[in-house]
């Protein structure tokens, strides 16, 4: 008698034993294959492990699968060796681990195939001038239509905002019609590129060919300066790849940079480029990973999850941003997509690029450490020069919605040149908080430790980290008075005072709210290389690899927001993000000038900063963490706990620490750390703790971390609070 052990999308970290369905036959139990199966009251869809003749459970307990769903395994061998790797590494449930490596379509059970389906295109006679210019919404849909002579679903056209229940009125004009679509996904091009790449400079030659002259695994930190390149080099090293007939994986931190990154790889390449992020429809998704698993898709594109995107011959896999801390997942499955781009390259025996301008201490530590190959672009392409930096002081100063009297004067003077402005303010909304100035009270969440932000578009009060709104109030609830005031500047205040400050010039902000809509960021962009004056003023979402040839000033208003977090890796993510900010600055023909205002021009980080650089300054930063005993010198975890009353969660994981500690069978070496109130305790309703566990013995923590759960899962206390363990994690909140 034969049984299936399958991995369940579940909280619980084990094998579950099924009889074979009725009438299957053996040879299509093959690992890897999707079951569909009875899981308490519902039915799920779970991933065959393994086949075996023997059960610990009771016959009368199993129960039979109800189907098997594939033929072939899904996913190939690797990605169900690198999911099993990571839900391993990160003491994740292996079923949910597994899940998660799947389109979100084969994870409901539907069939791993394309969409056999109904497109829409215009006709062959349509024209835009038959329609009247009232019927504006008409033209919209039409004009989309025009775009994709090849046909779109309408599940693409609602996607693209346009409405499908006008195609029946565009049908009755001859304007659109629908087919059946039948895919063909031969790409029959002999010659791979569209347009000649660029003539490279002896350090970008130098990377390319460090990156494609050996076989095999191996992994490359391409540190680059902002402006150095560094995506030209990857365009030739992917060129490389492409032309021995191979696949290439980009990850790109944020789904705002993929237009623009995409467009980049389309203008190159003529090859079909496909793009993963959550902006896409479950189909869409799903149509894409088929065309990476087939070797359709020669170009693959994505954010964190594309990194289980199965390739039919794999190449190469660059990583880009790869400081950025949206690579890891911070809920559920915690892994790290770059950490695991590094394992999936070692799997598959392929290179891993890793390119930044400002790399992560970590990554700095392996490449010195000679785990990495380390590359070097010290120079910006072309004749663009370094910008220069001014630490502008701004104690004593009158602020004027955070701007200062000689940086008006200088946004100005770079104005009246023709030149743009980058004005870069951390903080969303129109203030960072409402108060009432006759008795002090604070516009507080009432469901987290933080002050609610207040918004003018539309007037609301806003929490940023539980999401409740409410309507802003007419008298101060404390004291009853009516003097409510907004306290700081957001990047709303900061946009409405340049507006009046320089009435002739548009003032364009980009932050989330912004850039919702579809489209949005591509509009934005579209608009400022159009090159004529313009403010740019914006959170975080500027500094991520964007190119502004025209932008020759870059304003920082608050410099020393990072400067005492209380998470030590506040300062190697300001000192990250104020570089990359900078770097938007003098990218072309026209120098670039970048002004910090701070309140502590002498300070030391930010001094070493400006006059040394990065890499002086990571040195230092490296240096004190191995000296502290802190990551990368040691290896860390983090056990979270939250629960719906005070002091609950931080029992909970004393408890733990108490059972294992003085525990002699327990591994050596692990230090203990806590537990302590997470540094914002109160968040969503929820009172939080935080247990560290660190050693210098990766395999000891891991070990201390598996004997922990267990205890965990069988303690009856565990199932009052909610609880998760980080392994590696990037932020200690």
Not at 65 to 94: C, F
Not at 514 to 535: E, F, S, W, Y
Not at 540 to 566: E, R, Y
Request: aromatic share 6%.
């Amino acid at each position: 008698m034969l049984y299936l052990q399958l991995a369940i999308p579940s909280p619980l970290r084990r094998l579950f034993d099924y009889r074979p369905p009725q009438g299957c036959p053996p040879e299509s139990l093959r690992p890897g294959v999707r079951v569909k199966v009875p899981f308490g009251r519902r039915e799920v869809t779970g991933i065959l492990i393994r086949v075996t003749e023997h059960t610990d459970v009771p016959q009368d307990k199993l129960k039979p699968a109800i189907a098997v769903l594939d033929e072939t395994p899904p996913m190939p061998e690797s990605i169900l060796k690198l999911a099993r790797w990571a839900g391993n590494y990160y003491q994740h449930p292996l079923g949910d681990a597994l899940s998660q490596a799947l389109p979100v379509l084969l994870r409901k059970g539907d069939p791993c195939e394309y969409a056999h389906q109904h497109l829409w295109r215009a006709t062959a006679e349509a024209d835009i001038s038959q329609l009247g210019k009232t019927a504006a919404r008409q033209r919209e849909l039409l004009l989309l239509l025009l775009e994709h002579p090849n046909g779109i679903s309408e599940d693409a056209i609602r996607a693209e905002g346009g409405q499908t229940t006008l195609l029946k009125k565009l049908t009755d004009k001859a304007l659109a019609e629908s087919f059946i679509h039948k895919p063909d996904h031969g790409h029959h091009s002999n010659q791979p590129l569209h347009e000649a790449p660029l003539t490279l400079n002896e350090e970008q030659q130098q990377a390319v060919n460090a990156i494609t002259t050996t076989e095999g695994f191996k992994t490359c930190l391409l540190q680059g300066v902002t402006g150095s390149g560094k995506t030209e080099v990857y365009l030739q090293a992917i060129e490389h790849y492409i032309r021995q007939g191979k696949q290439a994986l980009i990850l790109v931190p944020e789904i705002g940079l993929t237009p623009q990154t995409v467009a980049r790889f389309k203008a190159r390449f003529n090859l079909p480029v496909v793009v993963l992020h959550s902006n896409l429809t479950d189909r869409q998704r799903l149509d894409a990973w088929l065309q990476a698993r087939e070797g359709v898709a020669r170009i693959i594109i994505g954010t964190r999850s594309a990194i289980f995107t199965p390739l039919k011959t794999p190449g190469v896999i660059f990583i880009d941003e790869e400081h950025d801390t949206s690579f890891k997942q911070q809920d559920g499955f915690r892994y790290n997509a770059r950490d695991l781009a590094v394992m999936r390259g070692n799997f598959e025996q392929i290179p891993v690029v890793l390119g930044t301008a400002t790399p992560a201490i970590e990554t700095l530590y392996n490449a010195q450490q000679g785990r990495y190959q380390w590359l070097k672009l010290n120079q910006r392409a072309g004749n663009a020069l370094p910008p220069k930096f001014e630490l502008l002081d701004i104690r004593q100063l009158p602020l004027q919605d955070g701007l200062s009297a000689p940086l008006i004067q200088q946004i100005q003077s770079h104005l009246k040149q023709g030149t743009q402005v980058l004005i870069f303010l951390n903080r969303r909304g129109f203030a960072p908080t409402l108060m009432c100035h006759d008795c002090g009270w604070l516009a507080d969440c009432n469901r987290c430790d933080a002050h609610m932000t207040l918004h003018r578009k539309p007037f609301h009060l806003h929490c940023h980290h539980c999401d409740t709104q409410r309507p802003v109030p007419a008298t101060c609830k404390s004291c009853g008075s009516t003097e409510l005031k907004p306290m700081g500047a957001g990047t709303e205040r900061t946009e409405e005072a340049l507006q009046k400050l320089f009435p002739g010039v548009p003032v364009i902000r980009v932050d989330r709210d912004t850039t919702q809509r579809k489209n949005a960021m591509q509009q934005i962009m579209d608009r400022v290389h159009q090159g004529l004056p313009c403010i740019l003023i914006g959170t975080q979402m500027l500094a991520k690899g964007h190119h502004f040839p025209k932008v020759t000033l870059v304003a920082i208003l608050n410099a020393d927001s990072g400067l005492f977090s209380a998470d030590f890796r506040g300062m190697e993510r300001t000192a990250q993000l104020i570089l990359q900010v900078a770097g938007r600055a003098g990218r072309a023909d026209h120098p670039g000038k970048v002004v910090m205002q701070t309140h502590h021009a002498d300070h030391p980080t930010i001094t070493s900063l400006v006059t040394e650089g990065y890499q002086a300054f990571a040195q230092q930063e490296l240096s004190q963490r191995i000296a502290a005993h802190l990551p990368p010198s040691i290896h860390c975890a983090m056990f979270r706990a939250e629960a719906s009353h005070p002091g609950m969660a931080e029992r909970f994981l004393r408890k733990q620490r108490d059972l294992f500690e003085t525990d002699i069978l327990q591994p050596q070496g692990v230090q203990w750390l806590g537990p302590l109130p997470s540094p914002m305790e109160k968040r969503a309703g929820l009172f939080r703790a935080q247990l560290v566990l660190q050693s210098r013995d990766r395999k000891a923590l891991h070990q201390q971390l598996h004997s922990i759960i267990q205890e965990v899962e069988s303690d009856p206390e565990a199932r009052k609070v909610r609880w998760s363990v980080d392994v590696d994690p990037v932020d200690m909140f």
